[in-house]
Antibody, heavy 119, light 112 residues
Framework: EVQVAESGGGLVQPGWSLRLSCAAS????????MHWVRQAPGKGLVWVSR????????DYADSVKGRFTISRDNAKNTLYLQMNSLRAEDTAVYYC????????????WGQGTMVTVSS | DIVMTQSPDSLAVSLGERATINCKSS????????????LAWYQQKPGQFPKLLIY???TRESGVPDRFSGSGSGTDFTLTISGLQAEDVAVYYC?????????FGQGTKLEI
């Protein structure tokens, strides 16, 4: 079965760091660009970041640029999001999303991992 | 950056009737070289992750019932749900994947 599963969320204080992981299975992970999308409680979906298939190219939303780093380990079929200098406004469910091959429409989503930034 | 605006924010439709959700992009998401609209629609039920319904503005994802249809081009798009069923209660989002930062509409809450 094709699936992705996020982990690593939790409660942290403002300014702290957190690393999210996304374990992929059931498909050839190294063929796909991968994305992170987040959703604040009761709010809409916001695209966060993407990484190309070999990890050599990345893009970020302005709101996280310079604080978050996306990476991947194709040998471990795992996507990461290193989040530094966390702010209250980063509080959200973070989804790992796989796009349809060649597109950036997301056909596979994980269940999400909750990140709460609060003192 | 491309801004996606959906209308209405919420709507109530009777069972068996038609629901229409609109999505407007601040600039065209039609790529001239392949004549494709880089526009997707998602359904998100409470407590669940989003589900892809439609991509290329009008191509239904595998397994999506044919009562869901997408139309439009350029900057104006529509998701139509014909013969509304109780299980269609959800929030619906449009998304442009024409250029980064990829952006979603604010969502439309569909109720019975």
């Amino acid at each position: 079965e094709v699936q992705v599963a996020e982990s690593g969320g939790g409660l942290v204080q403002p300014g702290w760091s957190l690393r999210l992981s996304c374990a992929a299975s059931g498909f050839t992970f190294s063929n796909y660009w991968m994305h992170w999308v987040r959703q604040a409680p009761g709010k809409g979906l916001v695209w966060v970041s993407r990484i190309n298939s070999d990890g050599s190219s990345t893009d970020y939303a302005d709101s996280v640029k310079g604080r978050f780093t996306i990476s991947r380990d194709n040998a471990k079929n795992t996507l990461y999001l290193q989040m530094n200098s966390l702010r209250a406004e980063d509080t959200a469910v973070y989804y790992c999303a796989r796009p349809i091959l060649g597109l950036s429409a997301f056909d596979i989503w994980g269940q999400g991992t909750m990140v709460t930034v609060s003192s | 950056d491309i801004v996606m605006t959906q209308s209405p924010d919420s709507l109530a439709v009777s069972l068996g009737e038609r629901a229409t959700i609109n999505c407007k992009s601040s600039q065209s998401v039609l790529y001239s070289s392949n004549n494709k609209n880089y526009l997707a629609w998602y359904q998100q039920k409470p407590g669940q992750f989003p589900k892809l319904l439609i991509y290329w503005a009008s191509t239904r994802e595998s397994g999506v019932p044919d009562r869901f249809s997408g139309s439009g081009s350029g900057t104006d798009f529509t998701l139509t749900i014909s013969g509304l069923q109780a299980e269609d209660v959800a929030v619906y989002y449009c998304q442009q994947y024409y250029s980064t930062p990829y952006s979603f509409g604010q969502g439309t809450k569909l109720e019975i």
